[in-house]
């Protein structure tokens, strides 16, 4: 939660205001042409049949007052055709303008949608551990879900309403300019009272990110289906929903205050407003008594006061809710503008390295108390399996995430023959992870292993070649569209792979993206024992002159690396061939033998 009160100041308004204008005019010029253009022309009616009112009515004053013989409605009869006219033509133009603004709207909509999306997938890993940037997200997807259409709609409608005002303004200064000032007195209130509960909802909507994102995420476990089987075995169903509602009413009943304090302050603002108009009222009244200004002049001035205050105070209502999607749109702005270059396209392949050297790296997580890793040298050459392991939390992915190149170490660095690794990108191209937890693409099978190479043209029999290496091509050839199968139930015709299977996918993937680094943690978690022994015997054929990092528990497949490092609490214990380990009779040997004493069912020596 952010602990400043957040506010908008003046100048941070204009500029969100002129944000989301570049951002509609980069969406769609010609639609903010258009509607400009119609409601400049509908203001313009507006000013040219007040104007005319005020002829006629002038008219009618003089025939009355001058010769006394009564008013002769034909003479007034091409000024009301006019006005019907000009009437009927503003109806027809709003009409049209709403048209566009729909047009409009879903543009920018997709425009800016397209933006958070851009900048979210560009964000580096890192930041994904950090609430704050979840926070910011999450207001910038409000921002977008919500708002930019209604930015363009509320813009357009100020700029009518301004020039409304304008018009009528106008037309003022030259039947009775002195009660222009009045006027813009009267609606003092309503803006002062405008501006407070816009702060107020701004302010809301920050303290409330959190508790939202809480809820998003229990519908998210309550209507997904990769979450379906595990909620209802624990039949957890019901108590997940009324997690939601708590969220949802406490969400609700802060906003549900904040607007009735606010509409509270809002009446009083009219009931003042419409005092300060009756005082307007009741000077002209006397003016007119007086002899000091004409009852012709009066009652158009009064017509277009009343005109005038009616329009401020919907200007105002309007400046309030354009003043919330300003707030927003400048959280969205702030994002987009915070997030990173798109990653370069590296298109040469990747050369391996002959050695990667960790040294003396150090990492902590954002806002974590305490470093991850401590300190940790490590060096891998090329050709090597080189094997990882440690208890659970010991840092085994931190470390594989660094050497990745997904995060940069906080401390220490990273050495590539010999020279300072700090490109990151560079790292990631000339990299292969199979994570233990990997995304299951609900997509084709085809895409689940083209996504290893993306910026390459898929090349079906490579693809074919890295499936059948992975052990899993003749599975895919049997789908009902065989590698053009969506692996996905919700999908039409999708179909679902057991884990095992997703787990082969994973590593064809990884296989397919030929990199000179690979990194496997926990690779075969969920493979059967048969397909585990069959894949490790095959590692060091399949991934021939690359450097494989495997994280691992199941030590029958890590004694048969090149080298064996062990992490304990984020430090290197001890590193060394499975044989010069056992022998040191230290950690390994001992986590060695107590799995070993598992499977034959006797206690370690
Ligand atoms: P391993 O792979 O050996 O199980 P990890 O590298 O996943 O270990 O985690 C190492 C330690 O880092 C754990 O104590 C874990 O709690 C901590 N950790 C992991 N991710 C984060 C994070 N995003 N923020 C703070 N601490 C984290």
């Known amino acids: 939660m952010d602990p400043v009160k957040p506010r908008l100041t003046v100048r941070d308004m204009c500029m969100a205001a002129v944000h989301a204008v570049r951002a509609s005019w980069t969406a769609d010029r010609r639609g903010v042409l258009t509607v400009v ?16 009112l005020r002829g006629m009515v002038n008219d009618v004053m003089t025939s009355v007052d001058g010769s006394g013989t009564g008013v002769d409605l034909g003479r007034l009869i091409p000024g009301v055709i006019v006005l019907v006219a000009l009437g009927a033509a503003g109806g027809i133009l709003q009409m049209l303008s709403g048209v566009r603004q729909q047009i409009l709207t879903d543009r920018v909509d997709r425009h800016v949608i397209s933006l958070v999306l851009g900048t979210a997938a560009h964000t580096g890993l890192l930041e994904f551990e950090d609430p704050d940037f979840h ?5 910038a997807v409000h921002a977008s879900r919500r708002n ?35 006027a813009t007195l009267s609606a003092l209130p309503l803006f002062k009272a405008a501006k407070d509960r816009r702060n107020a909802v701004y302010a809301m909507h920050h303290s409330l990110a959190e508790n939202h994102r809480r809820r998003q995420y229990l519908e998210q476990l309550l209507t997904c289906r990769d979450e379906a089987k595990e909620i209802r075995a624990l039949n957890l169903g019901a108590t997940l ?25 809002e009446i009083r603002a009219k009931l003042l407003s419409s005092a300060l108009i009756l005082g307007v009222i009741a000077s002209v009244w006397t003016l007119v008594n007086t002899g000091m200004v004409s009852l012709a002049a009066a009652s158009t001035g009064l017509a277009g006061l009343w005109l005038l205050s009616s329009r401020i105070g919907s200007a105002s209502q309007m400046l309030n809710s ?14 987009a503008a915070a997030g990173a270059e798109p990653p370069p396209a ?25 470093p991850t890793l401590h300190g940790v040298d490590i060096s891998l050459h090329q050709g090597e399996i080189i094997a990882l392991v440690g208890a659970n939390g010991s840092g085994k992915t931190t470390l594989a995430k660094i050497l990745a190149g997904l995060y940069a170490p906080t401390g220490g660095t990273l050495v590539r023959d010999g020279d300072p690794a700090t490109d990151l990108y560079q790292l990631r191209h000339g990299c292969a992870v199979v994570f233990q937890d990997f995304v299951r693409y609900k997509l084709t099978a085809h895409d689940n292993i083209a996504f290893g190479r993306i910026d390459d043209q898929p090349d079906d029999s490579r693809i074919g070649h890295a499936a059948e290496a992975a052990g899993v091509s003749a599975l895919l050839e049997s789908l009902p569209n065989g590698y053009h199968t969506v692996l996905g139930r919700e999908f039409t015709d999708g179909t679902d792979l057991s884990g095992g299977q997703w787990q082969k996918l994973a590593i064809a993937r990884a296989f397919y993206r030929d990199a000179p680094f690979v990194i496997l943690d926990e690779p075969t978690a969920a493979l059967d024992p048969q397909a585990e022994a069959d894949l490790f015997a095959r590692i060091r054929h399949l991934f021939a002159g690359r450097t494989v990092l495997l994280i691992s528990h199941r030590f ?6 090149d080298r064996i490092y062990v992490l304990d609490s984020g430090r290197v214990i001890e590193h060394g061939t499975h044989t010069e380990l056992m022998r040191t009779q230290g950690r390994y040997a001992e986590l060695f033998l107590t799995q070993a004493a598992g499977y034959l069912d006797a206690a370690p020596a």
């Open 241 to 265: 929903h009324a997690r939601w509602d708590t969220e949802y009413a406490q969400e609700l009943t802060g906003m549900t205050r904040l607007i009735r304090t606010h509409a509270g302050r």
């Open 37 to 52: 253009g119609l409601q400049l022309t509908t203001a313009v009616g507006l000013a040219g049949a007040l104007l005319l």
């Open 135 to 139: 926070d910011r997200l999450q207001r």
């Open 346 to 370: 590296l298109t040469e392949p990747a050369s391996p390295f002959r050695t990667l050297r960790a040294r003396g790296v150090t990492f902590t997580y954002p806002g974590a108390a305490r």
């Open 148 to 182: 930019p259409a209604m930015v363009v709609m509320m813009l357009v409608e100020m700029l009518q309403a301004a020039l409304t005002v304008l018009a009528i303004a106008g037309v003022f200064i030259t039947i009775a300019w002195w009660l222009l000032p009045l």
């Open 322 to 335: 354009v003043g919330q999607t300003l707030y927003f749109f400048k959280d969205l702005h702030n994002f």
């Open 556 to 561: 029958s497949s890590v004694r048969s690396a």
